[in-house]
């Protein structure tokens, strides 16, 4: 089934843009970095050519980050004109482009797709759409990095969902991967992520600590009321494996 961006519910924030970036778009070169290093540059496959795409690249933080690790074959998209020329003028490979639109008529598949938080901004129909897309759109072995709002977060895990109009969804740890089983994807791993990168800054070991008392507590209480679940971080994120 094909869907044309146009038709998506999400109308407010189109769900094919980056809106996380800090109001000193420049600042969040360095702040998204180590961000995305910690979180995801392990899960990326070691050869510098391998293909990927970035969906949702905004400003290019993600695709900076990759080039600055070596990666010469990377792909940014993003609906908003302005991020992306941002992103250009730092010389990154970014262009102006609607998700849907690119995935149902591109030709040449992926090793890496990196989709972030798209799945929150899109209806459940148009989630099974998405990621079917995605997995076409990859090699045989290629790798989907996805992330979502963690409904299990006992303090923003509603909040998330509610805050914005057009997230119409959120995930734990079971249903990312159910979804993801779903659309055919294999050896899908699913970890949380962290917020607190920022290791010259004393103020995350203090938040690291806090953070670790209230995931036990929120394990305990789970636990208690006959819940399994073990990621408790304000956003969890996966790597689902194309099958071979």
Not at 81 to 100: D, G, I, Q, S
Not at 149 to 168: K, M, Q, V
Request: net charge positive; aromatic share 14%.
């Amino acid at each position: 089934m094909s869907i044309s961006d146009d038709q998506l519910t999400a109308k407010m924030e189109p769900f094919d843009s980056f809106w996380e970036a800090p109001s000193d778009i420049e600042k969040g070169y360095s702040r998204f970095y180590q961000f995305y290093k910690h979180n995801y540059l392990s899960r990326i496959p070691s050869e510098k050519t391998s293909r990927i795409l970035v969906i949702s690249c905004g400003p290019g933080y993600f695709v900076n980050t990759l080039s600055r690790n070596g990666y010469s074959n990377v792909l940014g998209i993003d609906s908003f004109p302005e991020k992306v020329e941002y992103a250009r003028k730092k010389n990154l490979n970014c262009h102006v482009e609607r998700a849907f639109g690119f995935l149902q008529r591109n030709q040449q598949p992926f090793d890496v797709i990196f989709a972030e938080q798209e799945i929150n901004h899109l209806t459940k129909s148009e989630i099974l759409i998405f990621l079917e897309l995605c997995r076409k759109n990859l090699t045989e072995g290629g790798r989907l990095l996805i992330h979502s709002i963690n409904g299990t977060n006992p303090l923003t895990g509603s909040e998330s969902r509610a805050g914005n109009f057009d997230h119409y969804n959120s995930f734990t740890e079971y249903s990312l991967k159910q979804i993801l089983e779903f659309t055919k994807f294999h050896n899908i791993k699913i970890f949380p992520l962290n917020l607190y990168v920022f290791y010259n800054n004393p103020f995350n070991y203090v938040a690291l600590l806090i953070e670790k008392i209230i995931h036990l507590f929120s394990r305990v209480n789970f636990i208690l009321v006959g819940k399994s679940a073990r990621i408790f971080s304000k956003k969890l994120a996966a790597v689902a494996i194309k099958p071979l």
